[in-house]
């Protein structure tokens, strides 16, 4: 349970509102979409009629506008139950903000009403084959010709961007020397998304290929100033952290759940399984670590709502709340024993879902470097990748 004293009484219902609907209507069907991959359409259609799609955005554009803290305990509340309906969430509130941030009063006013209602689905496409953490390394490039961008080249794990209502995707990608952000509607003419990736966690969650073969976009699709793009991608990664953190929180809590019911219904030597020492400890530590990370979230929401830099907090929040949420899943397996291996419990599920949390959003080595960088520790040289040839250069 998230401490009341974190949140306003708004807040409160708010978070007691999304507890129920992921009780009520996200966990009945959460195994199911798990185990055959689908889509959960169904449940974010009801997420948007409830209004959570627009949950940050301001009210001028259709949002909720609420705290970053109460949207750190919604995603807690929905990751307890199923990680695939809180992620999806999560990426498409930070494209929302995208454009709220940094689109033209023309881009706000076509797109936002979109992105808060839910009609559409956000999506936003960084990673490459060979360009994870390090986006200096990307390939895909955008070349001005006449009144159009012609974007070429490929990402990889995009969220969101190949569903029946996928649209307006953020795209980054590299103009001359620097890099710019664009965006492309799904019916672009050069723009197509591959096959779902088979993933062995977060299975019913909608992750891609995206190709741009001579993708050309209006000129007034660029997203932000021309050579800022990496400004605009990474100035979100604050509230993606705490996102995650949120999430990975809230996946550890929902191992801790079904392990403590598990512990007290399973009989063993005549004695209950929560009777034993050596299992009161596993569940006592768990519990122990999930309130910590949920406190260094909230640490970092409550930064970002009150325009403290975050990003930090948000670093050490995430790393740290990511591998709470592998060793509860770990845990919880292990007091399931054999029954943990079995698809009859959601434990397999949660098992499997929680190890993509400390990669994600910048994995676990990332978040390291980044906050020794800030404790002033001493850093390498960077090494510049090779920059693709131009257009019709010879090879």
Not at 232 to 254: H, N, P
Not at 327 to 334: G, H, K, R, S
């Amino acid at each position: 349970m998230i401490p009341e004293l974190d949140l306003t009484p708004d807040g409160q219902m708010l978070r007691e509102s999304a507890r129920d609907f992921a009780d009520n209507v996200v966990a009945p069907v959460a195994q199911e979409h798990w185990e055959s991959g689908a889509f959960p359409y169904a449940v974010m259609a009801q997420l948007r009629d409830l209004g959570y799609m627009g949950i940050l955005a301001a009210e001028e554009h259709g949002g909720a506008e609420v705290s970053t803290v109460t949207y750190a305990a919604v995603l807690e509340e929905l990751a307890r139950v199923d990680i695939t309906v809180a992620l999806t969430l999560q990426v498409h509130v930070l494209v929302t903000e995208i454009y709220e941030h940094f689109g033209t009063d023309e881009q706000k006013a076509y797109w936002m009403p979109k992105l808060t209602s839910g009609e559409i689905l956000g999506s936003i496409a960084m990673t490459e084959p060979g360009a994870g953490s390090d986006l200096r390394s990307a390939k895909t490039v955008a070349r001005l010709d006449g009144d159009e961008w012609v974007l070429n080249g490929s990402k990889t794990f995009i969220t969101n961007a190949g569903t029946d209502f996928s649209d307006a995707c953020v795209v980054l990608a590299r103009t001359g020397e620097t890099f710019s952000t664009f965006i492309v509607p799904r019916d672009t003419p050069g723009f197509s998304a591959g096959q779902k990736i088979s993933k062995l966690g977060w299975r019913a969650m909608d992750t891609r290929e995206l190709f741009f073969e001579d993708c050309r976009i209006p000129r007034e699709n660029l997203l932000g100033a021309e050579g800022k793009g990496l400004r605009v991608v990474l100035t979100g990664m604050d509230l993606g952290r705490i996102a995650f953190a949120a999430s990975s929180t809230g996946l550890a809590q929902g191992c801790l759940d079904h392990a403590l019911a598990y512990a007290n219904e399973r009989v063993q030597f005549k004695r209950p399984l929560s009777s034993f020492q050596a299992i009161q400890f596993k569940l006592a530590d768990m519990s122990t670590k999930i309130g910590a990370a949920r406190a260094l979230t909230f640490e970092a929401a409550r930064r970002r709502d009150n325009g403290l830099a975050a990003e930090v907090a948000a670093s050490k929040a995430k790393l740290y709340a990511s591998r709470v949420c592998v060793e509860a899943a770990d845990e919880a397996f292990q007091i399931f024993g054999g029954y943990g291996f079995t698809l009859d419990y959601p434990i397999a599920r949660f098992y499997a879902d929680a190890k993509m949390m400390e990669i994600g959003e910048g994995t676990s080595e990332v978040q390291r470097m980044y906050i020794a960088r800030s404790l002033g520790c001493a850093q390498e040289p960077r090494v510049e990748a090779p920059r693709p040839a131009p257009a019709g250069a010879a090879a």
